[in-house]
C-alpha cells in the first residue's frame, strides 16, 4: 500500500534523553521532576537526541516533522542549528519551532530559574534562528512560546507580532490538562483560551498541542478563526490529560492533525501507531463505534497535519503536490480487503520505502541518511551521563 507521507505535527526530539522518568507523573509533576535534568543538557545531546528521534519517525512513514524546542542550553542557540542539521542527515522535512520560556518559578512560573531566557534575547535570536533557516520548503521555521504557564504574556504578545511581520506561523501548548486551566484561571481569572485572545493570538496563523479542555463555545470559536489542533493521543493517555474532541473541533472547521509528542511522554517515538490511537481514544470519548474511521485517522496524520502547518503543498497523494511517499509493506496487508483499516488498526509497522520530494530517505526499511545503530550508541552513552 502507498500513502502520502505522514505530518507529525507536535514533538520535542531532545526528550528522548529523558525516557523512562515519571512513569506515573501528571504533566506538572513530570515537567518538574524533567526541568532540571533537562537543564543540564547540553547543545550536543540535543543533536544526538533529534538524530535517532528523526530517525524513528522517518522509518514510521512520516515525511515533516514539527518539532517544538524549548531548551536553549545556557542561552547557546546554536541548538536550533543542530537541530536543522539533524533534519538535513535524515532527510526529512522539518517545521522548526523556535520555543520559548522566560516565566521562571520566582516569577510565578512553573520551570526553575536556569531553564528561563530573557524576553529580548529570545526575540533576537527568533530573528537570528529564522535568518538562519527558514527556506520555506525543507525547514520552516515557526514561533513557539512554550505555554501559559512558563511565558509571560509580554513574550506571547511579541512572539505573535514577530511571526506576522515574517509570515510564519505560531505554535504554543494550550488546554492539556485541567491544571493548566485553573493555573490560568487563578493568575488572570480567564480560561487559557480568553487568554489566548486577549494576547492576539486566536488567528488562522495559530495551531496549537494537545487542545483538549474547550468548551462549546470556544469549539466554535476557534473553528470559526481557522484554527489548528495537533493531537497528541498517547501522550495524553500517559500523563492522563484528557481526551482531545476531535470530531467535534474538526465538524466546527478547526485542522486537526496528529503529534508524536516528546519521547519523554510517548516513547514510542514513532508517528504510525498515533493513527491506532487517536481512533481509539476518538471514539473512547463519543462512546461510538464509528466515530471515527480508518480513513479519518490516515486523514488525520496526512492531510490533517499538513493543513496544521500550513503547507498546502503536502498531505495528498496528488499531481502538483510534492513527492512525499510512503510504501507500506504489503506481507500481512494481503488477507484483508481494506488495507487501510490494516494499517490503521493492526500491528505497528515500519515504513518499507519512504521518499521526501521525491528521493529516498527509507529504502527496504534501511534509513539511509545515517546508521541507526551508531546514532543509538552515542545517545546512550549521552543519556547515560544523566543517570541520577
Ligand atoms: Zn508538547
Same mark, same amino acid.
Given at each position: 500500500?502507498?500513502?502520502?507521507?505522514?505530518?507529525?505535527?507536535?514533538h520535542?526530539l531532545?526528550?528522548?534523553?529523558?525516557?523512562?522518568?515519571?512513569?506515573?507523573?501528571?504533566?506538572?509533576?513530570?515537567?518538574?521532576?524533567?526541568?532540571?535534568?533537562?537543564?543540564?543538557?547540553?547543545?550536543?545531546?540535543?543533536?544526538?537526541?533529534?538524530?535517532?528521534?528523526?530517525?524513528?519517525?522517518?522509518?514510521?512513514? /512520516?515525511?515533516?516533522a514539527a518539532d517544538h524546542h524549548?531548551?536553549?542550553?545556557?542561552?547557546?542557540?546554536?541548538?536550533?542549528?543542530?537541530l536543522?542539521?539533524?533534519?538535513?542527515?535524515?532527510?526529512?522535512? @522539518?517545521?522548526l519551532a523556535?520555543?520559548?520560556?522566560?516565566?521562571?518559578?520566582?516569577?510565578?512560573?512553573?520551570?526553575?530559574?536556569?531553564?528561563?531566557?530573557?524576553?529580548?534575547?529570545?526575540?533576537?535570536?527568533?530573528?537570528?534562528?529564522? #535568518?538562519?533557516?527558514?527556506?520555506?520548503?525543507?525547514?520552516?521555521?515557526?514561533?513557539?512560546?512554550?505555554?501559559?504557564? =512558563?511565558?509571560?504574556?509580554?513574550?506571547?504578545?511579541? =512572539?505573535?507580532?514577530?511571526?506576522?511581520?515574517?509570515?510564519?506561523?505560531?505554535?504554543?501548548?494550550?488546554?492539556?490538562?485541567?491544571?493548566?486551566?485553573?493555573?490560568?484561571?487563578?493568575?488572570?481569572?480567564?480560561?487559557?483560551?480568553?487568554?489566548?485572545?486577549?494576547?492576539?493570538?486566536?488567528?488562522?496563523?495559530?495551531?496549537?498541542?494537545?487542545?483538549?479542555?474547550?468548551?462549546?463555545?470556544?469549539?466554535?470559536?476557534?473553528?470559526?478563526?481557522?484554527?489548528?489542533?495537533?493531537? /497528541?493521543?498517547?501522550?495524553?493517555?500517559?500523563?492522563?490529560?484528557?481526551? /482531545?474532541?476531535?470530531?467535534?473541533? #474538526?465538524?466546527?472547521?478547526?485542522?486537526?492533525?496528529?503529534?508524536?509528542?516528546?519521547?519523554?511522554?510517548?516513547?514510542?517515538?514513532?508517528?504510525?501507531?498515533? @493513527?491506532?490511537?487517536?481512533?481509539?481514544?476518538?471514539?473512547?470519548?463519543?462512546?461510538?463505534?464509528?466515530?471515527?474511521?480508518?480513513?479519518?485517522?490516515?486523514?488525520?496524520?496526512? #492531510?490533517?497535519?499538513?493543513? /496544521? @502547518?500550513?503547507?498546502?503543498?503536502?498531505?495528498?497523494? #496528488?499531481?502538483?503536490?510534492?513527492?512525499?511517499?510512503?510504501?507500506?509493506?504489503?506481507?500481512?496487508?494481503?488477507?484483508?480487503?481494506?488495507?487501510?483499516?490494516?494499517?490503521?488498526?493492526?500491528?505497528?509497522?515500519?515504513?518499507?520505502?519512504?521518499?521526501?520530494?521525491?528521493?529516498?530517505?527509507?529504502?527496504?526499511?534501511?534509513?539511509?541518511?545515517?546508521?541507526?545503530?551508531?546514532?543509538?550508541?552515542?545517545?546512550?552513552?549521552?543519556?547515560?551521563?544523566?543517570?541520577?
Amino acid at each position: 500500500m502507498i500513502t502520502a507521507g505522514l505530518v507529525n505535527t507536535h514533538h520535542h526530539l531532545f526528550q528522548w534523553m529523558t525516557r523512562g522518568r515519571c512513569v506515573g507523573c501528571n504533566l506538572f509533576d513530570w515537567l518538574t521532576e524533567l526541568y532540571p535534568v533537562w537543564g543540564r543538557l547540553e547543545v550536543e545531546d540535543v543533536h544526538a537526541a533529534a538524530l535517532v528521534g528523526l530517525a524513528e519517525l522517518a522509518r514510521s512513514g /512520516c515525511t515533516t516533522a514539527a518539532d517544538h524546542h524549548y531548551l536553549v542550553p545556557r542561552g547557546d542557540d546554536t541548538v536550533f542549528d543542530a537541530l536543522a542539521e539533524a533534519a538535513t542527515t535524515i532527510g526529512i522535512r @522539518l517545521h522548526l519551532a523556535r520555543g520559548s520560556m522566560d516565566l521562571g518559578e520566582s516569577s510565578g512560573g512553573l520551570p526553575p530559574d536556569h531553564v528561563v531566557e530573557d524576553l529580548d534575547a529570545i526575540l533576537a535570536s527568533t530573528e537570528s534562528v529564522i #535568518e538562519r533557516h527558514h527556506d520555506g520548503e525543507r525547514i520552516v521555521v515557526t514561533v513557539a512560546p512554550c505555554s501559559p504557564f =512558563s511565558v509571560t504574556p509580554e513574550l506571547m504578545r511579541e =512572539s505573535a507580532a514577530l511571526a506576522r511581520r515574517h509570515g510564519l506561523k505560531l505554535h504554543t501548548h494550550l488546554a492539556e490538562t485541567l491544571d493548566e486551566e485553573r493555573d490560568a484561571l487563578e493568575r488572570f481569572g480567564k480560561r487559557p483560551v480568553d487568554l489566548l485572545d486577549d494576547l492576539g493570538w486566536i488567528e488562522g496563523d495559530l495551531w496549537v498541542a494537545h487542545g483538549i479542555h474547550f468548551d462549546d463555545a470556544e469549539v466554535d470559536r476557534l473553528g470559526a478563526a481557522g484554527f489548528g489542533v495537533a493531537h /497528541c493521543p498517547s501522550s495524553n493517555a500517559r500523563l492522563a490529560a484528557g481526551m /482531545c474532541r476531535v470530531v467535534d473541533l #474538526e465538524a466546527a472547521g478547526v485542522s486537526v492533525g496528529l503529534g508524536v509528542d516528546g519521547a519523554a511522554s510517548n516513547e514510542v517515538g514513532a508517528l504510525q501507531s498515533e @493513527l491506532r490511537q487517536a481512533l481509539y481514544t476518538a471514539r473512547q470519548r463519543a462512546l461510538r463505534a464509528d466515530a471515527l474511521m480508518p480513513p479519518d485517522a490516515l486523514r488525520l496524520a496526512t #492531510e490533517g497535519g499538513a493543513r /496544521c @502547518l500550513g503547507r498546502d503543498d503536502l498531505g495528498r497523494l #496528488e499531481p502538483g503536490l510534492r513527492a512525499d511517499v510512503v510504501v507500506w509493506p504489503g506481507d500481512d496487508l494481503r488477507d484483508i480487503a481494506d488495507p487501510v483499516a490494516g494499517l490503521v488498526l493492526g500491528p505497528d509497522r515500519l515504513a518499507r520505502h519512504v521518499f521526501v520530494g521525491g528521493g529516498a530517505v527509507v529504502r527496504d526499511g534501511e534509513l539511509l541518511g545515517a546508521d541507526l545503530a551508531a546514532l543509538r550508541g552515542n545517545l546512550a552513552g549521552r543519556a547515560r551521563r544523566l543517570w541520577p
